[in-house]
């Protein structure tokens, strides 16, 4: 049963814009297509019968009413007050919890809470809750920073989790001082009267040190660290036993031209590039993948870890491979002038960059040269140093290829977000010295297309011969967050229809390339959009417009990549049923569960690692100014983002300007009720650093300059335009 569904349909009802529908009507405006639908049928049926869902007058479909006690999970604010998730949803959604009735709970805890009637307000009944039960604690190790006060030694926890401070005894037992980072296990847990109290097991550094911060993430984190004996002992015989001259039952493409374009500091190279002309003068384009599946018998030790791990984590400055390096950096890494073990994937397309055909080989490689994302660009504008004649060549036909790509799968639906990274420059001692955003150069795009190509090609393959896989999904916006996108990008002055396609979300980032609101709008698209994940459900990508999709082109790094390359090696080796019989024992579901779990986990940690080390860096610039875009916009102040760093900062209601500022979520701006002044997503403000909280992950800023005037001039400016758009639309 797809628990993806399941997801979907909770989801959709819990959202606050839900009107009762019938279960066709549901299923339509979740993009559920009619060869899924029974799927779809029975994810509902198991729900209704759980009680998660109800229908009700008139076969409507909704949540069910909120018990008088509910189980879920707490969540804390700093301010003592909190809200308690329900692990069983209803229409109600999340429980508030006023100040003094959390009965110790901190965040992440699963507790029972008992739900109290308030009254009336607009017509809707409203509830309060206490919690009476703390069923499970989430955690009771925490990471912070250790200081010393007159009521004794207290530790700051990091992040958002847990905001209490600890107190702590004895801690010259582990040589802890004062602002050292620290790992604390809870003895006691905060109450009314007392703070938490607990035992220092571990210290990690002096805190504000990259290599303290980067372990101290580690620990929050749960991120995998050494291998085991066993492991490191089946990675090392693996690789004295690698003899690619012995090899008989592979095809030998030593002699082509094949290169690998990877940022500069990879050491991990799993895929490289050929590209031919055939005799009916058509594209052959080669994309080669590291055989992480030959050096890696299933259910074997260290198949077993990487499964665990599910894939590498590349933090800031470092990485935590899901392979030994002897493997990751070594005997698969495609480096160049080393015969290596790859799949390969034959695309052959005419000159309009439509495919003619497939083919899958096990190849034996050579890679010619190793070449970086700025070396590839530089080439192509005719400038390359120490590049070889066939290779600029090679680049040179791999970018009209990869244009020809781009072109035709854009028409055909593929959308594409531009939302800039942040590259950290770093000094030698691991302190980041200054931020800038990150090398998007076409040869990145060229990459992308040719990956995507393979992995659809690979999971077109696996459809076909009906052999069941762990597919990279992305599920179909839903209705709801495509009819408030709408409202949204209205307030900026584009129109979209009630219930934007793939070719209104299109036109809608084409329009704002290169304008002030283009980074709030991006972002505004990415969160009205499900997040893509891994599942055994065949239900395509939206985002890529593509029917059939996985992971295949990354197996150094990705346990989903390496699932798929045996699938792959069965074919080759003419046993389809032995691949149908190994993807049914393996349990698919949970697999693709656990791997988008712990994929997350790795995006969590290298952002609020860099979120640290940013943090840290500006600690010592306070009062400087920072180029902003609005970003978020609240009750409480506006969030920004900085175009350089990349970091978010909030600049609280008061700071915003001696003014009653209030937030209109209709017209989603927040206005200054004396003045009329208007802060709006997407508006560009100069604002100075205040203040630096690193152990709370945050940054507070004020504008540079009195936003009397100066906005209330952009914001008639914005009026005036909307309007006009609103009359041609009419029109």
């Given amino acids: 049963m797809p628990q993806v569904f399941k997801e979907q349909i909770v989801k959709f009802l819990k959202h606050v814009d839900y009107e009762p529908m019938k279960l066709a009507q549901l299923a339509r405006a979740l993009g559920v297509s009619p060869d899924v639908y029974p799927q779809f049928k029975a994810a509902f049926d198991q729900l209704r019968r759980a009680g998660h869902v109800v229908i009700g007058a008139g076969n409507m479909v909704t949540l069910p009413s909120l018990p008088s006690q509910i189980t879920g999970t707490f969540r804390a604010n700093p301010k003592r007050f909190g809200f308690v998730t329900p692990l069983e949803p209803n229409r109600h959604g999340d429980l508030f919890i006023p100040p003094g009735d959390s009965a110790e709970a901190m965040t992440g805890d699963i507790v029972l809470a008992k739900v109290k009637r308030k009254g009336k307000r607009a017509g809707q009944i409203r509830y309060t809750g206490q919690v009476i039960e703390i069923l499970e604690r989430a955690q009771n190790k925490f990471v912070g920073t250790l200081r010393k006060y007159t009521e004794g030694w207290l530790v700051q926890p990091d992040g958002a989790s847990f905001f209490e401070l600890i107190a702590v005894d004895d801690v010259t037992a582990k040589n802890a001082r004062e602002k050292d980072k620290v790992v604390v296990e809870i003895l006691s847990y905060p109450t009314e009267k007392n703070l938490a109290r607990g035992v220092i097991v571990e210290v990690l550094g002096k805190s504000g040190r990259y290599d303290t911060e980067i372990e101290a993430i580690i620990r929050q984190y749960h991120l995998p660290r050494e291998f085991d004996a066993e492991c490191l002992e089946q990675a090392r015989k693996a690789a004295a036993q690698f003899n690619p001259e012995k090899t008989t039952d592979r095809e030998d493409i030593t002699d082509k031209v094949i290169i690998t374009i990877d940022p500069p500091d990879a050491k991990d190279f799993d895929d490289a590039i050929s590209l031919e002309k055939n005799s009916d003068d058509n594209w052959v384009l080669g994309v080669h993948i590291a055989d ?145 955003p990150a090398d998007d150069s076409y040869p990145h795009t060229i990459i992308e297309m040719f990956m995507v190509e393979a992995n659809e090609a690979v999971a077109s393959l696996m459809d076909r011969l009906n052999v069941n896989f762990v597919r990279r999904i992305h599920p179909e916006p839903d209705a709801l967050n495509m009819r408030n996108l709408a409202k949204l990008v209205r307030t900026f002055g584009f129109h979209m229809p009630r219930t934007p396609d793939r070719k209104s979300i299109q036109d809608l980032l084409a329009s704002v390339q290169s304008s002030d609101c283009a980074l709030a709008v991006n972002i505004a698209v990415l969160r009205s959009l499900e997040k893509a994940q891994y599942a055994p459900l065949h239900i395509g990508h939206y985002a890529l417009a593509s029917t059939h999709y996985c992971h295949f082109t990354s197996p150094i790094r990705r346990y989903a990549d390496l699932l798929v390359h045996r ?10 049923d032995s691949a149908k019989q190994i993807s049914a024992a393996l349990g698919l579901t949970e697999i ?46 506006v969030f920004v983002q900085s175009r350089k760093f990349g970091i978010e900062g909030l600049i609280q209601s008061a700071d915003l300007g001696p003014d009653q500022w209030k937030f209109n979520q209709v017209a989603q701006c927040v206005i200054g009720q004396q003045s009329g002044c208007a802060v709006r997503l997407g508006q560009s403000l100069k604002v100075r650093i205040i203040s630096v909280n690193i152990p709370a992950r945050q940054l507070n800023v004020a504008p540079t300059e009195p936003l009397t005037g100066t906005i209330s001039q952009r914001h008639g400016k914005r009026r005036g335009k909307s309007k006009k758009q609103h009359q041609n639309t009419k029109r």
């Fill in 567 to 576: 699938l792959i090696d069965c074919y080759l080796q003419n046993r389809v």
């Fill in 292 to 436: 992480v599946s030959n050096f890696i018998p299933q259910d074997s030790s260290l198949d077993k870890e990487a499964q665990n791990r599910g894939n590498s984590a590349y933090l800031p400055g470092k990485t935590l491979p899901m392979l030994p390096e002897v493997l990751s950096n070594g005997i698969c890494s495609l480096q160049p002038g080393q015969k290596r073990f790859v799949k390969s994937v034959y695309l052959t397309y005419d000159r309009n960059g439509k495919i003619v055909s497939r083919r899958f080989a096990n190849s034996v490689m050579y890679s010619t040269q190793r070449l970086t994302y700025e070396q590839a660009d530089k080439t192509l504008k005719g400038r390359a140093k120490d590049v070889k004649p066939d290779v600029i060549e090679l680049l040179k036909d791999m970018e009209k290829l990869s244009r020809a790509i781009e072109k035709r799968r854009t028409e055909n639906g593929m959308i594409h977000l531009d939302l800039p990274e942040t590259e950290l420059v770093m000094d030698e001692s691991g302190q980041v010295v200054d931020a800038h």
């Fill in 592 to 637: 693709g569960k656990h791997i988008s779990f712990t994929e997350q986990r790795a995006e969590d940690a290298e952002k609020e690692l860099t979120t640290v080390l940013i943090l840290l860096m500006l600690s010592k610039r306070v009062g400087s100014e920072l180029d902003c875009v609005v970003t978020g916009l609240t009750g409480f102040g």
